[in-house]
């Protein structure tokens, strides 16, 4: 197996204003959105968990996983971008200011009225199609989705349910973007997508704002349990919002002793990764094959990309395997562990944690980044069984296996 997972650590230079990059994503900013996700009646915090059992195997001292299948019930993050997206945009539409408002009061008759009928468009591999179908169903709108080549039909299906117009295209996702934003503007709909361009900045500001309430809740709750305070996190990236938006919450509570902050990606589509190695924003192309569908993006949030640039500490290129083994880890837990069911795309942090402490040939790496006996990390999984058949040949039959 020539594919090896690969670091760089963070050589961008630091602003001596940087902490401006994270303004949006403060504490009070992410308990203004979480005020209004809410209102939503399938709104509750999602576990965090607490693997002592894995942290003694692995050589640290704690590892906690924000396990975000249990989310909405929809097995990821996602709505909680899409609630406080949407609900921001109805707000302007009416004139409202959005913390006077909640779902309860967006579905009234005349407040229906007023507002008129919204079509809400967005790209997707799966589950930012269907937090954004499933929050306008809620809100009482339709949605159209665009999935890339090759998506699974069982994520086809969720979206589906939701009563989108959705379907699968035979275009790679950053096309299918495009495509969508073409669409919206076409038919006066809304793009509502969780990555950010020159003139296309403030839904996916909102967006990561609502994906900042998972951290806010992590932080919460590590504190509410009288946990150590984690002095590592691990994040996965696509374009980069859901990083960007942990990033950024945690630089903000943090300041200068943010704790070290390590970005994984697919090595198909690792656009942080060789942004870094290049000191300059590079995009990828092509089919980005990875079973890390939700992380096949390469197209960085620019939005993202500027928190990033001045506060990670290092970026992680990753096989296919390395995701594989985090699913089979967090599924397959030691005694006293709690078993999560974590996707392709949720897994990589655990992975890439596994790997670092356990590959003799990765030492070097794991002494760089400080983790040893006294680690305390935070991983956050982002997705459930997305796809339960990929699910169950990955975690039953060793697809992905480093040994393939």
């Not at 994270?22 to 992410?30: A, G, M, N, R, Y």
């Not at 790209?123 to 998506?151: H, I």
């Not at 640039?309 to 096989?319: G, I, Q, R, T």
């Amino acid at each position: 197996m020539n594919r090896k997972l690969r670091m760089v650590l963070n050589g961008f230079p630091k602003e001596e204003d940087r902490g401006r990059y994270v303004e949006i994503l403060s504490q009070k900013e992410v308990q203004r959105a979480r005020r209004f996700v809410s209102s939503f009646p399938e709104y509750q915090e999602t576990p965090l968990v607490n693997l002592e059992g894995l942290a003694s195997r692995i050589g640290v001292a704690n590892v906690y996983v924000k396990d975000e299948s249990f989310r909405f019930g929809l097995n990821s993050f996602k709505a909680l971008g899409g609630a406080w997206a949407m609900g921001n945009f109805l707000a302007d539409k009416l004139h409202r200011n959005i913390d006077e408002l909640t779902l309860e009061e967006l579905l009234k008759p005349e407040t229906k009225e007023a507002i008129g009928d919204v079509t809400f468009y967005t790209a997707t591999d799966g589950n930012q199609g269907r937090a954004v179908a499933w929050v306008a169903q809620k809100l009482g709108q339709k949605s159209v989705v665009y999935m890339p080549e090759g998506s699974s039909a069982a994520r086809l299906n969720n979206i589906l349910a939701c009563g989108s117009d959705a379907s699968i295209t035979q275009m790679n996702y950053n096309d299918a973007v495009r495509y969508a934003n073409e669409m919206a503007q076409k038919n006066n709909g809304i793009i509502v997508q969780d990555t950010a361009w020159e003139g296309y900045t403030e839904v996916p500001t909102h967006i990561m704002q609502g994906y900042g309430i998972m951290a806010l809740e992590a932080l919460e709750q590590i504190r509410a349990q009288n946990l150590p305070e984690p002095t590592h996190i691990f994040l996965q990236a696509g374009v980069g919002s859901m990083a960007g938006a942990c990033q950024g919450f945690f630089a903000s509570v943090y300041q200068d002793a943010c704790p070290v902050t390590i970005v994984v990606e697919p090595d198909e589509a690792n656009c942080y990764y060789q942004s870094a190695a290049q000191q300059t924003l590079v995009n990828i192309s092509g089919d980005m094959r990875t079973i890390m569908v939700g992380l096949a993006c390469g197209e960085p949030n620019i939005i993202s990309f500027d928190i990033m640039k001045h506060w990670s500490s290092a970026f992680l290129s990753l096989p296919d395997y390395v995701s594989g083994d985090g699913m089979r880890v967090l599924g397959n837990p030691l005694p006293g562990d709690t078993r999560i069911v974590s996707g392709e795309s949720g897994a990589p942090p655990t992975g890439a944690l596994y790997h670092l402490m356990t590959d003799p040939e990765l030492a070097s790496v794991r002494a760089s980044l400080g983790l040893d006996e006294h680690a305390r990390v935070l991983l956050f999984s982002t997705e459930g069984d997305t796809d339960p058949d990929r699910y169950r040949d990955i975690v039953w039959n060793g697809a992905f296996s480093r040994f393939d």
